[in-house]
């Protein structure tokens, strides 16, 4: 049987819950469950979670006192946190799962290489993916398609607070419209912030799906990746 392999983006905020801040643990427990839904159905996952619920490189470096450059290396680090969380969460629901760093720190998880990660992949662990691209200026958006794209993944998955794109925020506007499918193109021309430009530009030269979900469905996943998109948005080719 072809096994599907897909990869995962969740942003920090998500794993805040309602303090705002750190980790909370059931929703870390809600996630891995979730995984390991997908691994028992034969899906190989590859995950990258954001740094926000920690530090944001932008947010950091707003006062001019630290550099931009510095708060991106300080937000990759928390991205690096959040992994480290994600693998523990993993392994106590009794999967294996790998940490793979695009910053070397040999004490806490394997350095990136693609073929490893494809491996891996292939053994039925899960990878997550930290330290964004190793790069300051990109954003975590922009790390999740890069590695999708190198792992030949056959769709990101964006698991959000929201069911999908919206034509505005859905959450301040109660005449908002959601956007069941939109084309690359009118993602960027109409700065319709499904990820950031850079990644949704690097999708499309990939051709590879972008599906936005809401996380906190259970099963939401596992159905958007048997071929269910009911409840959610698709970017992609016309």
Known sequence: ???KRVLVKFSGEALAGEDGFGIDTKILKYIADEIENLIRNNVEVGIVIGG?????GVTAAKDGIITRTSGDYMGMLATVINAVAMQEALEHNGLYARVQSAIKMEQIAETFIVRRAKRHLEKGRVVIFAAGTGNPFFTTDTAATLRAVEIGASMIIKATKVDGVYNKDPNKYK???K???LTYDQALNDHIKVMDDTSIALAKDNS???VV???F????LLKIINGDLSSCSIVQKK
């Not at 926000?52 to 944001?56: S, T």
């Not at 469905?217 to 939401?220: E, Q």
């Open 1 to 3: 049987m072809l096994r």
């Open 179 to 181: 956007l069941e499918t």
């Open 213 to 215: 979900c809401d996380m």
């Open 208 to 210: 590879l799906p972008i």
């Open 217 to 220: 469905t259970p099963g939401n």
């Open 52 to 56: 926000g619920n920690i530090i944001r």
């Open 175 to 177: 005449d908002a419209k």
